[in-house]
């Protein structure tokens, strides 16, 4: 059906769904529509098998090299070396297995959301049902505290509000209306709906299912979710493309090397050995372990500052974050609605403190801006008379439990009731001294709460609480400082809701009326006139304190805020301008654009629409969606957090998808790559700093191992074309790589956080991984670990050592040349860097190294299985003499380029 049912009358929706507002379906009706539309319920997603997760460890261009490597050894009969080789793959396969973790499905928590039971109308009687055998046409009974089971068009409600936040973003509860709205309304403004999965806050009220399972709102989440693509990391992309470019080049050489071994007249097993050696010494073995490791390491630390990562490469996709798009409620915000502001008809006040916990001031704003503390609210009658009237006209409780304070009931009125008791003002007290007789509760249509209350044994008091618009011409006269009464200036209390709300406050007013005489009830002539207008109140779902220094150091660090919201514009706009996101010039809404502003709109120009605006409000799940991908058509590397059901799409196709760990949906942190346990914005700085840090460790591990791998292939093929015996064997390379990698390289992931990480601008997605100044190093190294190897060997072969004696000095000169250069790479660019007491693995790594080549070079079982030899003094002195001027060519290359870049 492609009716906008909110739009249309009930009278034509009860038409186009052959039903009925008041009886419901006929029973009989029900199995046909079940098989034409389906069950009330969203497809579960298949989580991949982990044995099929497993063989995808092997999906790698180098590990195809490794294998069949492995394979050639095993046929011309080198059945250590084949193990080892199979043995060093396996165990890649089985770190990145066990690291990469289990995969849970989104649609599984989407599915949950819709399970239960549901009080309908069938035959004209009242009934409960599985939620999953609702069907369009089904007239459902709704009450407070119900989760709402389909998409509904309200058919009658009394007082009904509904809290929408995790599928629109609106941060507080919505006011439902049978009426119908314009059809060009967005999601959050239909007031004539009710949504599956949102919760009903107040009242209650009755509607005809209209859409169920996947055709629901959040079933339309669903289906976005399924099709959002999961991204590339920077990092896997930069290492795919240098993986193909070493896999083309080490063919190239392999075969190369094959081809001039034969040439001269080798033989081909010979030689096909040589070209396993050189595969085996060129690939990095110990690259792809590494690398997890490194990045499990960054998860380790990331969830020391309250970040929990769900997948590995995002922790360094965080340090080329430009764009962070935030959602508001929740993220930014308390989520609490607090009073920060009370006009009365002759005085100005801000009221201190944040959220729902009773502690903060009551300041008179002076003429000149500074704030006097009122130390007894009794001494303003005015004021005291509007506390007390948000007290009494509330039915929202504050409670205090596990350390911190909850509302109970309606946000708003919470927020009235803490405002209360910063004043010392309790409902329970109030009652004691004004007992209640009657209330009128809150209505969308009248848009006011009235309670009557005993004031003395022959006069009662009325106070109301509600919209100016509603409040206003009941009042002809307004309560001063001292009691006394005048008349109400309307123009200025206009003026003054005009003010307040321009800076994104939510407004009420607040009046009483006092009456002759003990009536048991209030009357409908009891609320049209006579009223006393005591005070304005103005609340906010205030920003978290600590988000503006946090926003303040993203943008110094090159990475745009921008908010995204569900809420209204004036309110966004305002918590954007506190939080330094925007800067407003002029009217608010020209810093905003609304999910209005946005339909229709083309790719292209929601690209430049999603560049030059910092705040989006009233945006629906797919607006999100379309504003991350633009940013990302865009060359951004986006960051998107949120909370909520409508923000899972956009989490899941973001770059790098942040949910808050305490009040985030489960949907919503299913779709994420990273969530926060402590829900704080600022913990994304820290995962920022986390990311760029990993990153620059990850790059100082590449630097220091590629010089090896390219000088032990090097080695190999100067050796067959100068048709000499290998310095190096395949099983020495290979223990040279994945020793070196894990003792000495790992260190290099603990080397402590660079002053200056948020200083610098994000790094370029599409530069290459390594810089100019970094090849010019790996080919200086290069040049040194080629020279210094194949040097050793051949020394020991000039004084006469056996050919195993030479391979095991070559060896062990390039370990040990490593072990000084790896001091060298604590820093990429700057030739000081951190004191060695900041990362003392490195120096317990080294130490490490050195006692294992000692059993390498000394132990029995590695002269049988390495094919080593032991070595004299001498050799160690020059091996020793090697890496100390190693480590000096290195240093004054560092110092050259620092001093002159």
């Known amino acids: 059906m492609h009716i906008q049912w909110h739009s249309s009358p009930v009278d034509a929706v009860e038409a186009a769904l052959e039903t009925s507002r008041t009886a419901g379906l006929d029973t009989t009706s029900i199995q046909p529509r079940l098989d034409r539309y389906g069950r009330n319920s969203l497809p579960k997603g298949r989580a991949e098998h982990p044995f099929l997760r497993f063989l995808r460890q092997f999906h790698a261009p180098l590990v195809y090299i490794l294998i069949a490597s492995g394979i050639v050894t095993a046929i011309i009969g080198g059945i250590s070396d084949t ?10 396969a089985i770190i990145g297995f066990v690291q990469e973790g289990k995969a849970i499905s989104s649609l599984a928590r989407l599915a949950s959301s819709v399970v239960g039971t549901a009080t309908v109308i069938r035959n004209g009687v009242r009934c409960h049902v599985e939620m999953v055998d609702l069907v369009p046409g089904d007239l459902v009974v709704l009450e407070c505290g119900d989760r709402v089971p389909a998409d509904l068009r309200l058919t009658w409600v009394k007082d009904l509000a509904i809290a929408e936040a995790a599928l629109t973003g609106e941060s507080v509860p919505t006011e439902k209306s049978a009426a119908s709205v314009d059809p060009s309304a967005v999601l959050a403004d239909r007031s004539s709906m009710a949504y599956a999965s949102t919760v009903v806050t107040r009242g209650a009220g009755m509607g005809l299912v209209v859409a169920t399972g996947t055709s629901t709102e959040v079933g339309t989440i669903s289906a976005l979710l399924t099709s959002a693509p999961t991204l590339q990391t920077p990092l896997t992309i930069q290492i795919a493309r240098f993986s193909n470019i070493l896999l083309v080049a080490i063919l190239v050489l392999a075969a190369a090397t094959f081809a001039v071994g034969v040439a001269r007249g080798e033989a081909p097993v010979d030689m096909l050995m040589a070209a396993v050696a050189l595969a085996v010494g060129a690939i990095p073995e110990g690259l792809p372990a590494a690398v997890t490791i490194i990045l499990a390491i960054g998860v380790n630390r990331m969830a020391k500052r309250r970040a929990i990562v ?12 430009t764009v962070v798009c935030s959602d508001k409620t929740g993220t930014l915000t308390e989520n609490q609605m607090t009073v920060v502001a009370l006009t009365t008809p002759s005085d100005e006040y801000v009221v201190q403190g944040v959220g729902y916990r009773p502690e903060g001031d009551i300041l008179v704003r002076t003429n000149d801006a500074a704030h006097t ?19 009494l006209c509330s039915t929202a409780v504050v409670q205090h439990n596990e350390g911190a304070w909850h509302a109970v009931g309606d946000p708003t009125e919470a927020a009235l009731v803490v405002a209360g008791m910063k004043a010392s003002i309790h409902r329970d007290v109030e009652q004691e001294l004004m007992p209640l007789v009657d209330v009128i509760p809150f209505s969308s249509d009248a848009q006011f709460m009235a309670t009557l209350h005993r004031t003395s044994s022959t006069t009662s008091r009325i106070y109301l609480k509600g919209s100016m618009e509603a409040l ?21 209390v206009t003026s003054h809701v005009e003010t307040m709300s321009a800076e994104g406050l939510r407004v009420l007013a607040c009046a009483m009326k006092d009456l002759n005489g003990l009536p048991e009830e209030i009357t409908a002539d009891d609320v049209l006139s006579g009223y006393v207008l005591t005070g304005i109140v103005g609340m906010v779902d205030p920003p978290r304190a600590e988000v503006r220094a946090a926003v303040a150091e993203c943008q110094q660090a090159g990475v745009t805020v921008k908010m995204i919201t569900g809420d209204h514009g004036i309110t966004a706009v305002s918590i954007a301008r506190q939080l330094g996101i925007v800067e407003t010039v002029g009217h608010p809404s020209e810093s905003v654009r609304t999910g209005r502003d946005l339909e229709g709109l083309s790719d292209e120009q929601m690209e430049d629409v999603s560049q030059r605006f910092n705040v989006f409000a009233r945006v629906s799940p797919e607006q999100k969606l379309r504003l991350v991908q633009a940013l990302q058509r865009r060359g951004h590397v986006v960051a998107m957090t949120g909370d909520g059901v409508n923000d899972a799409p956009a989490l899941r196709t973001a770059n790098v998808g942040i949910a808050m760990g305490r009040s985030g949906t489960d949907v919503a942190k299913d779709a994420s790559a990273i969530v926060l346990t402590d829900d704080n914005f600022t913990t994304i700085v820290a995962a920022v700093e986390e990311g760029r840090t990993v990153y620059e460790n990850l790059l100082k591990f590449i630097i220091w191992t590629v010089p090896t791998n390219a000088a032990e292939g090097l080695v190999i093929l100067v050796a067959v ?14 223990w040279i790589n994945m020793t070196t990698a894990v003792i000495l390289g790992l260190p290099l992931a603990f080397e402590p956080m660079p002053p200056d990480v948020m200083k610098r601008r994000p790094r370029r997605t599409d530069a290459p991984l390594f810089s100019y100044e970094i090849v010019m190093r790996t080919g200086l190294m290069t040049i040194l670990l080629l020279s210094s190897g194949f040097g050793m060997y051949l020394w020991e072969l000039s004084t006469g050592s056996r050919l195993a004696v030479a391979q095991t000095a070559a060896s062990n000169a390039f370990v040990f040349i490593q072990m000084f250069y790896l001091f060298n790479c604590r820093t990429l660019v700057s030739p000081t860097g951190a004191p060695i007491t900041a990362n003392l693995s490195v120096v ?8 294992l080549q000692m059993a390498f070079t000394y132990l029995p ?13 001498t050799s160690w002195a020059m091996i020793l003499a090697l890496g100390v001027v190693t480590y000096l060519i290195v240093a004054v290359e560092k110092t050259v380029r620092w001093r002159y870049s």
């Open 373 to 391: 503390r009122i130390t007894h609210v009794g001494r303003d009658a005015a004021l005291h008379e509007t506390l007390r009237a948000g007290v």
């Open 861 to 873: 079982f590695f002269h049988g299985a390495f094919h080593t030899a032991p070595l004299g003094l």
């Open 721 to 734: 074309g100068l048709g000499i015996a290998l310095p190096i064997l395949p099983i020495h390379i290979l």
């Open 472 to 492: 206003l011409p009941r009042c002809t006269m307004s309560m001063t400082r001292d009691g006394q009464l005048s008349d109400v200036d309307a123009q200025a």
């Open 844 to 851: 317990y790594g080294a130490a490490l190294m050195t006692a």
């Open 310 to 321: 769900r997948s590995l490469p995002v922790v360094e996709t965080l340090g080329s974050t």
């Open 83 to 92: 193990s080892v080789i199979f043995g060093v793959v396996l165990l890649n």
